[in-house]
């Protein structure tokens, strides 16, 4: 699986004419690049798979995002991060269609909702429910099984194959009420492995687990990345974003700063995010505004 970019040549002949090719791209980054000698100039622009626009979302009428307007290219591998009660969560809801917009426009290119691998915060997952390993990993194929679909041989083999992708193998007849934090991350990653998702969204993934399961995690992350998905993570680890995430996305029920992570995670960004939660009014309704006033 590929990360694709429009691709534009324009070839000029030594009597002045100029022709237009227009192809597909696989290039790490969008660039454009210019060949004098040649006459030829290659110009390419990533393909936008979510925008924002003066998007607001909440609660009961009360936003926790509020007028956001961004585009987010295919193929990024992002982090967002702000204060507690920023929106973060709130942002991936919106993505997956959980929350309707109050204000505003989600858009999605290329991919439908049910394309999407979500990952909520292990909290808000029931761990007592009775179910084994292998039976929850096999929910990942619920696109393909449908609700009542059968699991076949070939199944299986795709289920022990993501378990040993997260080094769970030997893992499968365990009810998920008998792991420990770090394996019951590692399953719910066996199940995003099978849903094989362009867009995969995560919520806190990394939270309360050991550091030898993070790491494993992050090295799967990286490697879906270079298949060209997009990873949408909420992190709260400013060291581990710096580290392993080339993209961040600041907020702070608004837009603080988003780009390359060492423009965006800086303290006096970290100091504004705060400075903006700190001074909003949680019960305030709904701010309408136009177009004209986003311009």
Known sequence: MVHCYVSFAFIISPSGRQSVLVGLATPADCYCHAVADLGIAFVEYELVMIRFENLTLGYDRHPAVHHLNLEIPAGQLLAIVGPNGAGKSTLLKGIMGKLKPLQGQLHLHGIEREQIA???QQSRIDRQFPISV???????????????????KAHRHQIEHALEAVGMQGFANRPIASLSGGQMQRTLFARLYLQDAQLILLDEPFNAIDSRTCQDLLQLLKHWHQQGRTILAVLHDHEQVRHHFPCSLLLARQLVAYG???DVITAENWQLARHQIESFDEHAP????????VA
């Open 134 to 152: 292998s039976e929850l990993v096999g929910m990942g194929l619920w696109r393909e099984l449908g609700s009542f679909g059968r699991l076949t």
């Open 286 to 293: 709904v701010c309408h505004q136009s177009e004209e006033d």
């Open 118 to 120: 979500y990952l909520p």
């Open 260 to 262: 390359h992570t060492s």
